[in-house]
């Protein structure tokens, strides 16, 4: 299997840092208690797929356009909830 090599410009691996940051936050609704790994964690997952999406040749459009289809359908997930339990 050959990678893909593509040059990226600093403001692209800004970009798809930003979109893999996104990609891994976490689905949070209101009144629920959360748990999460520490923010140093958190961190190294998302540098590790960041290198991932690179060593793929992904182009920084294509995850922005996945992080907005997740946030998205988390905003709807988050909505449902919110009536359901009469918050938000």
């Known amino acids: 299997m ?3 090599q593509r040059a990226y410009t600093l403001n692209e ?3 798809m840092r930003a979109a893999v940051r996104a990609l891994n936050e976490p689905l949070m609704f209101p009144g629920v208690l959360y748990q999460f790994s520490p923010e140093h964690d958190r961190y190294v997952i998302a540098e590790d797929q960041l290198r991932t999406y690179m060593l793929g040749g992904v182009d920084p459009k294509d995850l922005e356009e996945k992080a907005r289809a997740r946030y998205s359908e988390h905003a709807k997930e988050r909505d449902a909830y919110c009536r359901m339990h009469h918050v938000g």
């Open 2 to 4: 050959s990678m893909t």
């Open 13 to 15: 691996i800004d970009r």
